[in-house]
């Protein structure tokens, strides 16, 4: 038998609020029958799991943590295959190696993974020759190929990203702990980084003195457990809100709501209205929440979010992921958090350097200079530093694989290679050797 989506989820009180950026499905009937089904499939995760992150981004607004959060733009589901999973993974694996190292408190590590497939757009359609169809938005509601067919939203594609984030979660748990990610593992990965990267030589000491860490422990004889496994979450934009809601359920052990499509949830900066459906959602439920947040925010915006998503000032609760621009970020970021910390509110401050520096390059790729993404991230550090605060981490897009995508870092990508191997749903990723080149130079930040 099936639920009925309605009669279980009309009583959410988002349900009744205008919400922006949602799809135009052609067929309710379908919908509702997909709705029902998500409903009664098992939680992609578990209450525990989210409380155990909030902890750890308690850590991170009391200054005693550091946040690495990152993988794909959007997922899509062809790319859910052991190779990609497992080089997203990897990659992440290496920068927090390097980036713990560095700033002597643990690195809280959460992917942009398994459930990352529904993406605000700037316009419903796009044009090309003449042609007009609905935009692509993300692999939970349509295809990428421009055809009319592809374009349609499908309700059925809810249920397909909910397989396709199980399968991927599936994959990541057994990476994490079943052996993959051990610590002296990421750490050789790391040297063969250093030995091939056109910046070796610049990382080579930082590397060098993880080495003798190492040894030294060897010596010791200590091997805990941290060591061989990993604590990893997952994390993705709450934008298709029938599917989020499909996925709320009440905790059995302490009543309350909690969206369990994934650890984390975050409101981008296209949903994130104060009367609209997107923050009530994020209000009702448990899960620690992040908060895109533009160049444009006002405090009194950023304050009244912090009441209606973090009432009880909590520290852990509610994140927020600033997304300036290079050029903005040294201006813009200093009255928010003056007067966020002025609220007495204990947020954390998270960086993500990406979607602040984006430009369509001459060839029509869209695209982002390593380096404006790198002075981002510097001009994050250097706010905080000066208001005595804490840089609570880093939100980045960004593929395990070769790709061509950013323009920059050390094995340098120029404007015409772009279309070597353009390969984003979506924003353009920082690729392997760029990923590491950006651990590897935070971590200088934190030596200067
Ligand atoms: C994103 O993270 O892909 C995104 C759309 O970000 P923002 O909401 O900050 O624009
Ligand atoms: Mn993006």
Redesign the pocket.
Known sequence: MTVNADTTTSGYSWRSLPAAQQPEWPDSEALRAVLADLETYPPLVFAGECDQLRDRLAAVARGEAFVLQGGD??ETFDGVSADAIRNKLKTLLQMAVVLTYAAKVPVVKIG?MAG?YS??RSKPTETRDGVTLPVYRGDSVNGLEFTPEARTPDPERLRRMYHASSATLNLVRAFTTGGYADLRQVHAWNQDFVALSPSGERYERLAREIDSALAFMRACNVDPDEFRTVEFYASH?ALVLDYETAMTRRDSRTGLLYDVSGHMV???????QLDGAHVEFAAQVRNPIGV???PTTTPEEALALIDRIDPNREPGRLTF?T?MGAGRIREVLPTLVEKVTASGAQVAWIC?P???NTFEAASGHKTRRFDDVLDEVKGFFEVHQALGTHPGGI?V?LTGDDVTECVGGGDEIFVDDLHQRYETA??PRLNRSQSLDLAFLVAEMYRN
């Open positions: 733009c959007a942009r990352q993406k605000p934009e975050w409101i981008g900066e296209r949903t994130r895109k947040l533009g992921i997304r993500d990406m979607h602040g939100h897009e979506c924003d």
